[in-house]
């Protein structure tokens, strides 16, 4: 059975807000995390390009690199200078013997310098020494300089990100995620007031719509009751045969009034009653195997051909009697109204939260422009072939409630060789 956590609407807002604003709070220190320790990094290799271009203009210039690198200070005490050729050989380096390196030329940074004419690599571990440098390197005419400093903790610490910005702008962000929580309690409180306002007047407004049509619906079985009524107590003399006729108009009347005060109380309980309605194990199975007996005890011109395809035992969470009566008025609309011969009933979909059925008949279907208007109350496609039938046009409105109060859904459709089909969805709750 499915299990579900509401949250308020000021609880959504709330969320949401929070859920919006930490994700451009992380991104955003994120991208100021990687760009402080890109900035510190060419900070650095700026320091060293500029060693790297005096040392290159000495060797234009005909001056021994040995004694400029002897005479002249060096921007970090550690520093590791190296002399390479343009195809990548190693002629000089001042920590390690040049013969025994190899080529360079697939280094990054030698691939940067001899590409754009400068370059850096941070923490790649050196071959010769097994050592972590950060290199930085600058192309001359006939050599490229490379200097490297060892990867130590000390330059670890230089190239790390301030942290101090980002605990700023994470204590800010937790601020206005406290602030952000209470105006949206306010402001979720008052759309929440509004909202309920709003259904409050819409549910009056339907119940008003309802009376309304009741009273309207009420009007034709009394005045013909009625009519019978002050035709029998006038003390005219009549057949007997027309005697019967009055007392049995009186009684379809009746009857009629009848049904349509248990359909309306039946939205009605369904509407205001939701924790009223008892709850228990349903097997939709038998619900069918009762509605095919009814079937066959009807009259031969009314009956219909139940077919079901339910290869696996239905059970859901539920109210018998309103899940019955949507395969009930759903089959007594199929006899009614689509001048069919068979109805046809399927397992879609089954699972332990929700189950899919499609309720079919093999009759003439209803126009397109008819078919969002079925589920609506009193809606009748033919109205006086329903009044005749008995209809109250409030069957496929119960169908469309009780489908709704077991967190389902229903819609209707013309089926492609003819007839209506209704497809909807019934959970556990």
């Not at 500029?50 to 004694?67: K, M, V």
């Not at 077919?307 to 859901?316: D, G, M, Q, Y």
């Not at 539920?318 to 397992?347: C, H, W």
């Not at 879609?348 to 589920?375: A, S, W, Y």
Request: proline fraction near 2%; charged fraction near 25%.
């Amino acid at each position: 059975m499915a299990f579900a956590i509401k949250l308020s609407f000021h609880k959504q807002l709330f969320l949401q807000l929070i859920a919006f604003s930490w994700t451009i709070v992380v991104c955003f220190i994120g991208f100021q995390y990687l760009r402080e320790k890109e900035y510190k990094s060419e900070f650095l290799s700026a320091q060293l390009q500029l060693y790297n271009r005096h040392l290159l203009i000495a060797i234009e210039d005909g001056e021994s690199y040995e004694e400029y690198i002897a005479s002249h200070e060096k921007p970090f005490d550690d520093l590791r200078i190296t002399l390479i050729t343009l195809s990548g050989a190693v002629i000089y380096d001042n920590t390690i013997p040049a013969d025994s390196l190899g080529n360079h030329s697939n280094r990054p940074e030698i691939v940067d310098a001899l590409d754009n004419g400068s370059g850096y690599h941070i923490g790649r571990q050196s071959k010769s020494d097994g050592r972590e440098y950060f290199y930085s390197a600058t192309s001359g005419k006939r050599v490229i300089v490379r200097t490297a400093i060892p990867y130590s903790s000390t330059l670890k610490d230089l190239l790390e990100a301030d942290w101090s910005f980002l605990i700023v702008m994470i204590s800010i962000t937790l601020s206005m995620s406290v602030i952000a929580y209470f105006t949206t309690r306010k402001l979720g409180k008052d759309i929440e007031r509004v909202n309920h306002y709003e259904a409050e007047q819409e549910k009056n407004r339907l119940k008003r719509q309802l009376t309304n049509n009741i009273n309207h619906e009420l009007k034709t079985p009394v005045a013909s009751i009625q009519v019978c009524l002050e035709t029998l107590l006038s003390g005219i003399t009549l057949s007997e045969e027309k005697r019967q006729e009055l007392i049995e108009r009186c009684y379809t009347n009746n009857e009629r009034l009848r049904r349509l005060l248990a359909d309306v109380s039946l939205i009605t309980r369904i509407e205001d009653g939701n924790a009223l309605i008892s709850k228990e194990e349903v097997v939709i199975n038998d619900i069918l195997c009762d509605i095919a007996d009814e079937l066959e005890i009807m009259p031969e011109n009314e009956r219909m051909t139940l077919h079901t395809n339910f290869n696996e035992k239905v059970t859901l969470n539920g109210n018998l009697s309103l899940i019955g009566s949507i395969f009930r008025n759903l089959t007594e609309n199929a006899i009614a109204y689509s001048e069919g011969k068979n109805i046809y009933i399927s397992l879609l979909t089954n699972n332990e939260q929700e189950c899919k059925i499609r309720f079919e008949d093999d009759g003439k279907g209803v126009g397109m422009e008819q078919l969002p208007h079925l589920f609506e109350r009193f809606y009748r496609v033919d109205k006086g072939r329903s009044r005749q039938k008995g209809g109250t046009g409030l069957g496929l409105s119960i169908v469309k409630h009780a489908v709704q109060f077991h967190g389902g859904t229903i819609t209707a459709s013309n089926r492609p060789n003819g007839g209506l089909r209704f497809d909807f969805v019934l959970k556990s709750n």
